[in-house]
């Protein structure tokens, strides 16, 4: 029967007899793991981001646009030919099954002031739908009602930016802020949402009723249109088919051919998310599969040093065979002293991945995510780095004939 206990005891002997070889060994382990830790740790949290990102633009949505203009041959891109209209916008809420809710939106960048302060930004013409469809939340104050935007009043909702660089803290609901030459008042603030996934400031922003917008603020040579419309239907099972119930509906209103292209382009919102969701997972894993050669080459070091130890212990391993030693107790001792380089590499490292993933999360100001799972994931492999590449040198040790073994100089 094999003792396990004698074999670990004199493993770890033979370990502190050579505690720098032990610990240049580990080292190769060490930056391998702490390597996966921090590629991961900034990839996952990265990822998460992203995905938080896009929650905040809300789910389950389509963003109808109007098309692109020509000028001198030039297509100018989609957006930049209105011809979307409320009108459009009523019919396809009224005839088109699976919408949950539907907002125009149209927007220009304005100057604002309020006393002698002033703040230039983006103004988005718009409905109360509209916020609800985007995921903003009003903190303080109201969203607008239906009257705001049949007499289109001249009220305000702001972002907290707005309300910073304008009003300081001062508390701006009631209070009068212009909009280029036009006075609104402010009836409600948004809840802070923070930058965007492409560095965006999301409260850097003013809504106002989109008939307001058409009427008074912005002017236009196309009167009671907007530059796209967005849709939130039901679910994400229904939005291919209320997709094509919105594109036939409006070539049927545009009196657009069999042969006309589209004067308008509606965009699946859901499908760009996943595709960056898919994409930034795929990333992480990348990022990971990269770090991870770290740990073949630490592997490696160990199974070089570990051949470099059966050399030097030939006359030890032929001692041990003389005095009634097997070959499995040799190749196990040698096993466990491969397995415990590279775990103990594996622990260090997990310590210093984490402590590297957070002072690069305080130096670049990236977002990282450390998991459990990916902490046990990287412990595991290193020991099974050991394992695999210190099988070799255990098996060629315990192969050693002991007459030959013991008169190895």
Known sequence: MIDIKSILKMAVVSLKVNKMRSALTSLGIIIGVSAVIIMLAVGTGSSQKIAKDMESMGSNLLMIRSASATSGGVRMGMGTRPTL????????????????????????????????QNWSTDVGGTTSSY???????????????????????????????VATELFGDVDPIGKTMRVGNVPFKVVGLLAIKGQSGMGMDQDDLIFIPITTAQRKVFGTDFPGTVDRINVKTQNDSVLETTSD?????????????KSQDDDFEVKNLAEMQETIKSSAKTMSILLGAIASVSLLVGGIGIMNIMLVSVTERTKEIGIRMAIGAK???????????????????????????????????????????????????????SGAIGVIFGYYPAYKASL??????????
């Open 131 to 161: 916020l609800y469809i985007r995921n903003y939340e009003v903190s303080s104050g109201r969203n607008f009602i239906p009257e705001d935007i049949q007499n289109a009043s001249k009220v305000a909702i702001i972002g907290n930016t």
């Open 245 to 257: 119930e919105i594109t036939t509906l409006l070539r049927t209103r545009h009196h657009i051919g």
């Open 327 to 381: 070959a499995t107790d040799i190749r196990i001792q040698f096993l466990i002293e491969s397995f415990i380089l590279s775990i103990l590499g594996g622990i260090i490292g997990v310590i210093v991945g984490v402590v590297g993933s957070y002072i690069v999360k305080l130096s670049t100001g990236t977002t990282i995510a450390i998991t459990t799972s990916s902490m046990l994931l990287s412990l595991g492999f």
């Open 400 to 409: 050693l004939n002991p007459i030959d073994a013991l008169r190895y100089e």
């Open 85 to 116: 209209t409320l009108k459009d916008e009523e019919s396809i809420e009224k005839n088109c099954h699976g919408i949950l809710a539907i907002a125009p939106y149209s927007s220009e960048s304005k100057q604002l002031t309020y006393g002698n």
